[in-house]
């Protein structure tokens, strides 16, 4: 519980924070290397809680939601992705403080785990929890 109020402290976008900018290599790697079970991800789970955090606006939730309607989850969290990408260093903490807010714990820890030591994140299950 503490953890994540430190990650809430330490991860609000105010407006200056939602300039475009590059992801760090690091950043990018560990979103590669958990590209499949991101993948396993609802839109619909996350969206309200990137939008919430200025990490997307109105106009990436409008394409999402096409995209989710059109073409399918994988598609527009694909597109995610590439927005993330472009979100600057505080794109991925933020992205894992949403995933654990819609109860995709397992993954969110993964992924912080990645950040905070990369060599440790493969002691940890693989398998994405899916909220009930």
Do not use: W
Request: with cysteine; charged share 30%; proline share 3%.
């Amino acid at each position: 519980m503490a953890e994540n109020k430190k990650l809430q402290a330490a991860m609000k976008f105010d407006g200056n924070d939602n300039a475009k900018g590059s992801i760090p290599s690091g950043h990018n790697d560990i979103l590669v290397k958990n590209h499949t079970s991101i993948l396993e991800v609802k839109v619909n789970d996350i969206m309200d809680h990137l939008y919430g955090k200025k990490v997307i606006d109105e106009n990436d939730m409008d394409v999402i939601k096409t995209k989710l309607k059109a073409e399918g989850n994988k598609e527009a969290l694909g597109y995610i992705l590439e927005i993330l990408k472009n979100r600057g260093s505080r794109a991925l903490p933020i992205f894992i403080q949403c995933l654990s807010e819609a109860k995709y714990i397992e993954l969110a820890k993964r992924l912080q785990l990645s950040m905070e030591d990369p060599k440790d994140s493969l002691k940890l299950d693989m398998k994405v929890k899916q909220p009930q």
